[in-house]
């Protein structure tokens, strides 16, 4: 049984930091590309940032330059330091991971944390 389990959110003051960790867990033979999703209210999830396993990342236009992910192959983590957070960033955020187990290659995700930027 694979996990994904995140860690990290909680409220902040426009223009603070929050750095969300994710830790995949289970019978994992390899991590394939991990990334970070979000959700607002009343909108569609949409991907704020990728990183493949050698290390190639990409971003969603409007967290460039404010938000870095990274990840340690050797620890099966992934994590996202977001800086200069602004209320539009406010989501639910949801680690997602491409993982190969035993029978399966398959995405896998984890069960949200909340990112609230407001005064």
């Known amino acids: 049984q694979v996990q994904l389990v995140e860690s990290g959110g909680g409220l902040v003051q426009p223009g603070g930091s929050l750095r969300l960790s994710c830790v995949a867990s289970?019978?994992?033979?390899?991590?394939?590309?991990m990334g970070w999703y979000r959700q607002g209210p009343g909108k569609q999830r949409e991907l704020v940032a990728l990183i493949t396993s050698g290390g190639s990342t990409n971003y969603l236009d409007s967290v460039k330059g404010r938000f870095t992910i990274s990840r340690d192959n050797a620890k099966n983590t992934v994590s996202l330091q977001m800086n200069s957070l602004k209320p539009e960033d406010t989501a639910v955020y949801y680690c997602?991971?491409?993982?190969?187990?035993?029978?399966?290659?398959?995405?896998?995700w984890g069960q949200g944390t909340q990112v609230t930027v407001s005064s």
């Open positions: 289970g019978s994992i033979f390899s991590l394939y590309p």
């Open positions: 997602n991971a491409r993982i190969r187990s035993i029978a399966t290659v398959q995405d896998y």
